[in-house]
């Protein structure tokens, strides 16, 4: 077609010129002239058209071969979007498909610059109006000017589109969808007659492809599934929480500002101590003993959700007072009573439950859940099965108890802080590394240091937030570290919860990447724990990391029975002497020659070794003496913010080598 163009151009270049020679030279010939190079123009033009139209067969050609054997959903759409941007000449294509049932949403299908196919839901598609109205009863359109309506308009901003063909899917069964060209190319183009007809092509044989159920079934199942596992629990098949604060806003919605509505939450007691004993396989049959009791005895207005680790909520509507709520928790916790059996074994087990009360206790789901939660606590600290939520816990409850209300919401709402303490290298005294330490900067209390809070998260099934919460803030300013020439690393704790948590590993790597952070760069610590040692998904989480290309360092070490084992069965890199030798190996001879063991142990392991609670320039040459790799404490630096550790940065030399 190029070439054709060029010689268009050539033909019509050379006849010009003819045509003013001959007016100049030979007037009397000029007219016979003109009239040849009209029809030289002419025969060129239909030449053009006719082989425009050739090109356009075999496309179509092309493409009824392409998509009669595609059986999969990425070939099937990606030949019909693909071939109708090249056929049409359209910046962009687009397949709708319509819902098939009552309250579900249609589903969009595009193709993005890479040629990857992906589907998103489209409710804002109402096929009871215009102009969709149209399309699913069998009609083409060019908009907007088929119909120039405000619902054509929204149409065209939804496509982000300044014209559109929309050309209905029509099988055997009726309308199932739209395949949609949107934008011809060029400025201040417009699609031609001619390429609607095309669509028309193009949209037949769509149809007939999807019909044979190779696209709408896997569609809409892949859509259903994705959903469905947004909204339940993997191991229970229970709701999961944010399905059931869907379903809490929902309920009070309807209840209006007078309407009773109950929010309890539910904390089993005595769970840990089967998973540290018995292992998670038997927890997690355990969890899916007492969620089937506590679905199969629910009421069917009402739902049991789970929201994390042992923690379920249960929402009770359709009651009529505070009383009523208080008979459904009874009840709820009579349920365990009785023991839970399987695999021949027998499990008693009780459960914690907080009642929370609309409108009397809030309006809001989050007021409501936070004080179910301290009421529950309170349930729990009594020995008591259930509570109702008072006011009076929030003024006379300890403080431990305010803490545990809040410490989701400091998560959320980004009132945690990370303070950071340097590391430096004993030999160079140049900086190396940072260790990330979490505050909370509480808006009542002000700064609250972590061991206030880290069992609370433990106990609140909040250990995964935190951490994440804290990986992200480190890794982001080891980031801004590293663009400003600071080529340093950062240490992060985490707890045996985290090792539990299958997608821990995943997590730090997706964080990696986002900020764009080497692996190599980040440490993480893990306290010496019989728990980790024992525990196989722990180990192998740890694993997972190290593969990463992290490190793994052992923090406290020395404290556990278990501190050969650990060196010997766990994939360590760096081990952290704990700070209880290091501060008086001056004046405890065994303390001292604990730590110059410890030295020598890693060094022949290839481990690197550092020294914890550095609080005297004497300390520091002792342990430089004994061949300790790295040091932190007070003599370098007590942890400070992060701007403070950026200026504290910029006085001390950072290390010129690769960590």
């Known amino acids: 077609m190029r070439v054709i163009s060029r010689m268009t151009v050539l033909v019509n270049s050379a006849l010009g010129l003819l045509l003013v020679f001959a007016v100049t030279t030979r007037p009397s010939i000029a007219a016979l002239v003109t009239l040849v190079a009209f029809g030289v123009f002419w025969g060129m033009r239909g030449y053009a058209l006719l082989n425009d139209r050739s090109r356009t067969l075999e496309h179509l050609i092309e493409f009824t071969s392409e998509i009669g054997p595609a059986v999969d959903l990425n070939s099937i759409a990606s030949v019909i979007l693909r071939r109708t941007e090249n056929l049409l000449r359209a910046d962009r294509a687009q397949i709708v498909i319509f819902p098939d049932k009552e309250n579900a949403d249609a589903v969009r299908v595009n193709m993005d610059s890479k040629g990857n196919v992906t589907t998103s839901q489209a409710p804002e598609i109402d096929i009871s109006s215009e102009p969709w109205r149209s399309v699913f009863e069998g009609n083409a359109l060019r908009l907007p000017s088929d119909m120039p309506a405000s619902g054509t308009y929204r149409v065209l901003a939804d496509l982000e589109a300044a014209e559109a063909l929309i050309h209905p899917l029509a099988t055997t069964s009726g309308v199932i969808g739209a395949l949609i060209a949107v934008d011809r190319s060029g400025v201040g183009s417009s699609f031609l ?28 199942s892949e859509l259903n599934e994705k959903r469905h596992r947004s909204l339940h629990d993997g191991l229970t098949g229970l709701p999961n929480r944010i399905y059931f604060e869907e379903r809490v806003s929902e309920r009070l919605a309807e209840a209006g500002p007078n309407g009773h509505v109950s929010v309890m939450l539910m904390d089993l007691n005595r769970f840990k101590d089967v998973n540290d004993t018995l292992g998670h396989g038997v927890g997690d049959h355990l969890l899916k003993a007492i969620a089937n009791r506590l679905d199969n005895n629910s009421r069917g ?24 709520a208080v008979s459904i928790a009874q009840r709820v916790i009579a349920l365990f009573d009785l023991p839970f059996e399987f695999d021949g074994r027998s499990f008693s087990i009780g459960a914690s439950l907080g009642i929370a009360m609309h409108p009397v206790h809030g309006h809001s789901p989050d007021i409501l859940l936070q004080r179910a939660d301290v009421a529950m606590y309170v349930a729990k600290v009594a020995g008591q099965g259930w509570s109702v939520y008072n006011p009076e816990f929030d003024r006379n409850s300890p403080q431990r108890l305010l803490l545990g209300g809040d410490l989701a919401r400091a998560i959320e709402e980004d009132e945690l802080v990370v303070h950071y303490q340097a590391i430096l290298d004993v030999e160079t005294q140049t900086l190396v590394g940072a260790e990330a330490l979490v505050r909370w900067q509480h808006p009542v209390r002000g700064l609250i240091g972590p061991d206030a809070f880290i069992d609370l998260a ?62 190599a760069a980040l440490t993480i610590e893990v306290t010496e724990s019989m728990q980790v040692l024992e525990n196989p998904r722990a180990v192998e989480t740890l694993e997972r990391i190290h593969n990463l290309g992290v490190k793994v360092a052992v923090d406290d070490f020395g404290t556990g029975y278990s501190s050969l084992a650990y060196l010997r069965r766990l994939p360590i890199d760096q081990v952290k002497i704990d700070r209880s030798f290091v501060q008086q190996m001056l004046t405890h001879t065994d303390d001292a020659a604990i730590v110059g063991a410890i030295v020598e142990l890693c060094r022949s392991l290839g481990m690197r070794v550092v020294a914890e609670g550095v609080e005297t320039e004497e300390v ?31 006085r001390i030399p950072v290390s010129i080598l690769l960590d």
């Not at 007809?197 to 809409?220: P, S, Y």
């Not at 240490?491 to 990696?512: E, G, H, K, R, Y």
């Open 301 to 324: 207005t009402d739902l049991v959700a789970r929201l994390g680790g042992d923690e379920f909520g249960i929402l009770v509507s359709s009651i009529a007072s505070e009383e009523e």
């Open 193 to 220: 007659e001619d390429e609607e007809r095309l669509l028309e092509t193009i949209a037949q044989h769509a149809a007939g492809a999807i019909e044979k159920g190779r696209l709408v079934d896997l569609l809409r």
């Open 620 to 650: 520091w040459s002792a342990l430089r003496a004994m061949g300790c790799d790295r040091a932190q404490g007070y003599w370098v630096s007590r942890p400070v913010s992060a701007t403070a550790f950026v200026e504290l940065s910029e």
């Open 458 to 519: 433990e106990e609140r099934n909040l250990a995964g937030p935190l951490a994440r919460f804290v990986l992200r803030r480190a890794l982001m300013e080891c980031a801004d570290w590293r663009a400003n020439g600071r080529m340093i690393g950062v240490a992060v704790n985490c707890s045996v919860s985290n090792l539990l948590d299958s997608s821990f590993a995943d997590d730090i790597s997706t964080l990696l990447s986002i900020c764009d952070v080497p692996a």
